[in-house]
């Protein structure tokens, strides 16, 4: 495996296994010397065009843990904004000697185009592209659900059996999309809950079960729900009237958290609209997973860049 | 200078092989003929003989985006393709929105001699949907305007769209209109379907081509209008167009080569050379357009050749900019297509892509083809050349081309424009021999 670009080309097995290497990695925590020389003298690039702090540092973090060498690249207010293009930006952090490049990009498919235009050959790591996927968030959040379903028992496990239910802006969601095919793919039954207007054409051929109604799809008695945010720069555009109405019908407000079964976890990958798609209660609820994702995100980011930029040989060593 | 060409033992539509003499730009006589002195032997044996091709959809780009594409340059890559005569789009810079520009671009196409240039005049000022562009001064103009369009746009306000059907008809025009509904397609990547709910890239719904298209069917037949429909892409579309010419509404409608074989899988890859307006669709749109072309129900078969220069394609799917070049591959596409899966004969692919194309555009000299006496535009063409095409087969200035790597059927070997090659043994004759200005 050369890219990490969708989750939809993963198979089991490699899933598993990088869920497994995450769980090495998450040992490394426990040390008073957290840091692996795995990626001694690489060059890991975070090339970022959209913000996010807690991707960005979340890569970071694991990329140092990793004792790479880290250039953090902000494309706001670089010379990307006075027009140099996405292949100019590249081919120049491959000429600095990149060995990885991170990519977050607010248009679907750069990422891919990073790794397949033939313009550079470094490995490229999708950590967002548009609304296509984010197959790392995807990664981390099934890594929190095997740990907190499995604990020390996790190691080699998939998620065969379990009921995820995913609530919100599935149509915009690159968070959404990356878990249907990895969680699928883990043996998963996935639940997906929105009003009409925020749900993809073509969901009918989907590998999930698609509500209308929240309560119905907790009734389901799920093992995790995940909520997605709203965003509120979206509310013009009429895919629902009002946040009052939005939060009745599809928020997961304190009373429907006092449903949930007693092992349910409440996910969600943030930044969270409290009392929109999220009530505090349910936020900070013992069922909250939602610190759990943001530490487990380090240990399959360190895996992840292990895996393709330490690669094969490492391995075998 | 040429004056006397000799075609010798073409495969004539709808009959054997015959010679071919042309002479000061006219078919001076057919039959068996023996050489004279000076003339200018084509071995046309295995070659077809077509009328020369007539684009009613293309962008040459000049003024303004030179970059990509000059009259010079397309119509070279016109030439290439087997066209002698093209319709040039009006979103230029400034717009083809006055009679200075329209005549500017036609002195332009004059000059260089590689085709006639038609240009087509805008539909509103500057394109902008608001106010009815000075349609008489442009068809009244020496560049003779008769096709009107806000191509890349579409004519969305329906009482302009009434108005410019009526106000058009008084000049002997056509209004040409780009079907898509503006607010259904905001911020649209790719056809809505599954693969863009997959892919993540917002979708272009197939009825925003068709409720425009249902519109002004509707208007056309109001107030007894000609209506062309740009570029149809959707079975739904065919259904509609299908529909009206049943009530007896003057509609004629086009499919460019590209809808006719290429899907919307192709955006899988996220390869910005597929990404078009209106965008590929489903392999069932596909099969419907061909039927359709086939049935009459879409008239003609237009390239809307759109060049870009490589940092418009070489960059992420949604900020790469719409279209393809299509005059240099046209013919071998349709070829693919329609003559292969045996759905259109060589005399039905005269019809589609000169005839009926020039009929349209009210564009003289095409009514009569390689009739003795009738203007000399010829396309002969080898049918059992085939080649893997790449962007070295192009002859104008951009290589946004989505069939490279394709293998594709059919060649032309010349090309002949008022009497004049313009093509010969399968390359573009240089300006010199062509005995006009490079102006490049």
Not at chain 1, 172 to 201: D, E, F, I, K
Not at chain 2, 10 to 35: F, K, N, Q, V, Y
Not at chain 2, 96 to 110: C, F, I, P, S, W
Request: with cysteine.
């Amino acid at each position: 495996m050369k890219h990490l670009l969708s989750t939809r080309d993963l198979d089991r097995e490699t899933a598993v296994r990088i869920l497994d290497i995450a769980e090495e990695m998450s040992r490394t925590a426990d040390r008073a010397v957290r840091k692996l020389p795995t990626l001694r003298g690489k060059t890991v690039v975070n090339l970022f065009f959209e913000d996010s702090t807690r991707t960005r540092l979340s890569f970071e973090s694991a990329a140092k843990r990793l004792s790479a060498d880290v250039i953090t690249f902000s494309a706001k207010g670089s010379s990307v904004s006075k027009g140099e293009s996405l292949k100019d930006t590249a081919q120049t952090l491959e000429a600095m000697g990149a060995d990885a490049i991170v990519v977050r990009h607010g248009v679907s498919g750069a990422a891919e185009l990073l790794a397949h235009a033939g313009w550079i050959d470094a490995t490229i790591v999708n950590a967002g592209d548009g609304t296509h996927e984010h197959p790392t968030q995807a990664l981390l959040d099934a890594y929190t659900i095997r740990a907190r379903r499995f604990g020390d028992d996790a190691r080699g496990r998939d998620l065969a059996g379990l009921r995820i239910v995913i609530v919100g802006d599935i149509l915009h969601s690159r968070v959404a999309r990356s878990n249907v095919w990895l969680l699928t793919t883990l043996g998963a039954h996935v639940h997906l809950v929105a009003p009409r207007t925020l749900l993809p054409s073509g969901i009918a051929t989907w590998p999930v079960t698609v509500h209308e109604s929240l309560d119905d799809a907790l009734s389901t008695t799920p093992d995790a729900v995940m909520m997605l945010r709203i965003q509120s720069e979206r509310m013009h555009d009429a895919y629902f009237p009002s946040e009052r109405e939005y939060a009745r019908e599809w928020g997961l407000t304190a009373e429907r958290a006092t449903r949930l079964g007693p092992d349910t976890m409440v996910m969600h990958p943030g930044p969270m609209n409290r009392g929109l798609e999220i009530s505090s209660v349910a936020a900070d609820s013992p069922a909250s997973t939602v610190l759990d994702q943001v530490s487990n995100g380090v240990f399959v980011r360190m895996a992840v860049l292990y895996l393709l930029v330490a690669g094969e040989s490492q391995e075998e060593s | 200078m040429v004056t006397s060409i000799l075609v010798r033992a073409a495969a004539m539509l709808g009959g054997g092989r015959e010679d071919l003499r042309i002479r000061d730009g006219e078919i001076a006589s057919r039959g068996s003929l023996t050489p004279e002195r000076g003339e200018t032997v084509i071995d046309a044996d295995g070659l077809v003989a077509l009328p020369g091709l007539v684009d009613l959809h293309t962008h040459l780009r000049e003024p303004g985006f030179e970059a990509s594409e000059t009259v010079l340059t397309g119509t070279r890559a016109a030439a290439a393709g087997g066209f002698t005569a093209v319709h040039a789009m009006a979103n230029t810079s400034p717009v083809a929105d006055t009679a200075g520009v329209v005549e500017q671009v036609a002195r332009l196409g004059d000059e260089h001699g590689y085709a006639t240039v038609r240009p087509i005049g805008a539909v509103t000022v500057g394109l902008a949907g608001e106010r009815l562009a000075e349609i008489g001064a442009m068809a009244r103009s020496r560049a003779a305007v008769r096709v009107f369009s806000d191509d890349g746009l579409c004519v969305a306000d329906p009482l302009l769209m009434r108005r410019a059907l009526e106000y058009v008809a008084t000049f002997g025009g056509v209004i040409a209109q780009h079907a898509q509904e503006p607010r259904l397609t905001e911020g649209a990547q790719m056809n809505e379907g599954a693969l863009s709910g997959e892919l993540g890239l917002a979708g272009w719904p197939a009825v925003a081509e068709e409720a425009i298209i249902a519109r002004d069917v509707l208007l056309a037949e109001h107030v007894g209008a000609r209506l062309h429909i740009c570029h149809v892409s959707t079975a739904g579309s065919v259904d509609i167009v299908r529909w009206a010419k049943a009530r007896g509404i003057s509609v004629t409608a086009e499919v460019t080569p590209h809808h006719l074989l290429l899907t919307e899988e192709l955006a899988r890859g996220y390869d910005a050379r597929f990404k078009v307006n209106p965008p590929l669709r489903r392999d069932e749109d596909v099969h419907a357009l061909r039927a359709a072309l086939a049935d009459g129900t879409i008239d003609i078969v237009a390239t809307d050749h759109a060049p870009h220069p490589s940092e418009a394609k070489e960059c992420a799917w949604a900020e790469a900019a719409f279209g393809m070049v299509g005059l240099e591959s046209a013919l071998s596409v349709v070829q693919h297509a329609m003559i292969e899966s045996g759905m259109l004969d060589w005399a039905d692919i005269a019809r589609v892509l000169s005839e009926a194309p020039a009929s349209i555009g009210r564009l003289d000299g095409y009514d009569a083809p390689l009739a003795i006496g009738a203007p000399a535009h010829v396309t002969l063409v080898d049918p059992t050349a085939a080649r893997t095409w790449s962007t070295s087969d192009l002859r104008g200035r951009s290589s946004n081309t989505p069939f490279a790597g394709r293998v594709l059927p059919g060649r032309v070997m010349a090309t002949i424009h008022a009497g004049a090659l313009t093509v010969s043994d399968g390359e573009v004759v240089d300006a010199a021999e062509l005995g006009t200005k490079e102006g490049d």
